[in-house]
């Protein structure tokens, strides 16, 4: 009975592998385990722990925050804004591909949804290097990764997620999230400027003359106002957060909103588009929160068995052996691996709500590792061989594209992504001094 715990999940990890669904495995788990445990009294634990995570305000962002980028999705702005910033970043050797990744950070901070992102610009931008004469691997490896951006730079959905189970204010990892989020956009853009230098033929410049058919005041207007949108749904979400005027659920709020204006003001609107839009974020939603019903109820008998002691005690002894540094290097190598088989979704409900507090009693920042888990369950969308976003990117691309080209072209940017971890890793400021500059120690 006393590893009780370890048997549950090592029986929940064994059904996830083969692929029974996530919600009814952690729900069947937990019933079974729970029944072992405590017997039929269980059931008078288990719906109050339902109820307070359905009534959990901080949780309203989530469908909040889909509708913000379905809408915007529909909206048309991924398009001029990738047509704008091609031809900005076209006269450079792989300037498009790096377009794309100023595109996809921007798309990240508008809409935050990661499959929306990588299917606009995998349409739009993976066509146009191809004919541009990129190599396949460039191309779709820039628009995989570049789509992933929306989960680490605010207003993300992770980051509500992340800050809810663990306790930490969402406002305050929406600010610390935005330099690892930058920092991730420089590394992007500087492997596909390393490549374009040392090889000019795979990530080729846009000729002149066809550059020169626009003015630089054409240029100029073109390009305000393909950055106007999104950055005034910046300024509308995160600023009002930053100032203190709203919360994140308030601001999500303003975030729906102001996405419906400018899909009505780009002409885009119509009854047909908010129909398909509503219908998308129930979809979305009731993923997310039917998934963190079966969580609750596995994090309730995995803690009534000393599931949580029985972790502490092994990363305890494994501090005592070696040091915290290494506990955490072995945590976040543990969440990187199991990134490969599992959705982020599925991991923040897991694996956070065990981890995070022990790692906090270790006396680790909260929001420093709230980034930290962030960044890495980004990569979970790029590592085969159940990375969503290459699912998506191959739905879209041309015939000519295999499933090898993809993951091929994706290896180098999970290798920069690591290197962005290890950067936050080594310089904890970059996650806390921009949340103490604005809210005080």
């Known amino acids: 009975m006393e590893y009780l ?75 001029d804004l990738l047509n704008t910033m091609g031809i900005l970043f076209g006269r450079i050797r792989g300037g498009l591909a790096m377009s794309v990744v100023v595109v996809g950070a921007l798309l990240g ?12 610009m995998g349409l739009l931008a993976v066509p ?7 190599q396949k691997e460039i191309a779709t490896g820039t ?20 800050g809810d189970i663990v306790g930490v ?81 308030e601001a999500a709020a303003v975030g729906a ?11 885009k609107f119509s009854l047909n588009i908010l129909r398909d839009v509503m219908r998308t974020t129930v979809q979305l939603t009731c993923m997310v929160f039917i998934i963190l019903c079966g969580a609750a109820a596995f994090g309730l008998v995995f803690r009534g068995l000393g599931g949580d002691e029985l972790v502490r005690e092994f990363l ?15 945590v976040m190598g543990l969440i990187f691996v199991i990134g490969f088989f599992l959705d982020f979704i599925e ?39 159940f990375g969503f976003s290459l699912f998506y990117l191959k739905a879209v691309t041309p015939p000519e594209v295999s499933t090898g080209h993809i993951y091929r072209g994706i290896i180098p940017f999970v290798i920069f992504q690591l290197i962005g971890l290890a950067i936050v890793v080594l310089f904890p400021q970059l996650a806390t001094w921009l949340p103490k500059l604005v809210y005080g120690p």
């Open 143 to 162: 628009v995989a990764a570049s789509g992933t951006l929306g989960q680490i730079i605010p207003p993300s959905i992770v980051l509500v997620l992340i």
């Open 316 to 330: 305890g002894g494994l501090a005592d052996q070696y040091s915290r540094g290494m506990v955490l290097a072995i």
């Open 5 to 79: 715990p370890a048997w549950m999940f090592l029986a929940l990890t064994i059904l996830l592998m083969a692929g029974f669904p996530v919600t009814f495995t952690l729900l069947g788990t937990s019933l079974c385990f729970g029944l072992i445990g405590f017997g039929w009294d269980f059931f008078n634990l288990l719906p109050l722990r339902i109820w307070g995570r359905m009534t959990n305000v901080t949780l309203i962002a989530v469908p909040l925050f889909v509708f913000m980028g379905v809408m915007l999705e529909r909206s048309g702005l991924a398009e």
């Open 169 to 249: 204010s969402v406002g305050d990892l929406f600010i610390g999230a935005i330099l690892p989020g930058l920092i991730l956009v420089g590394l992007f853009m500087l492997y596909i400027a390393f490549v374009a230098f040392f090889r000019p033929e795979i990530a080729p410049a846009i000729p002149r003359e066809e550059l020169q058919a626009i003015s630089s005041r054409q240029l100029i207007a073109r390009v305000g106002k393909a950055m106007f949108p999104p950055l005034f749904l910046m300024v509308a979400v995160l600023g009002s957060i930053f100032a203190g005027i709203a919360s994140p659920t």
């Open 128 to 134: 146009t290097m191809l004919r541009r004469g990129y």
């Open 109 to 120: 901070a508008s809409t935050g949804i990661v499959g929306a992102t990588v299917v606009t």
């Open 257 to 267: 909103v102001g996405a419906t204006v400018l899909t009505l003001t780009n002409g």
């Open 347 to 385: 991991i923040t409900f897991i694996h956070v709500p065990v981890l995070a507090p022990i790692m906090i009693e270790f006396g680790f920042d909260p929001i420093w590792f709230c980034v930290l888990l962030a960044v890495n369950l980004q990569t979970s969308f790029m590592t085969p061989p």
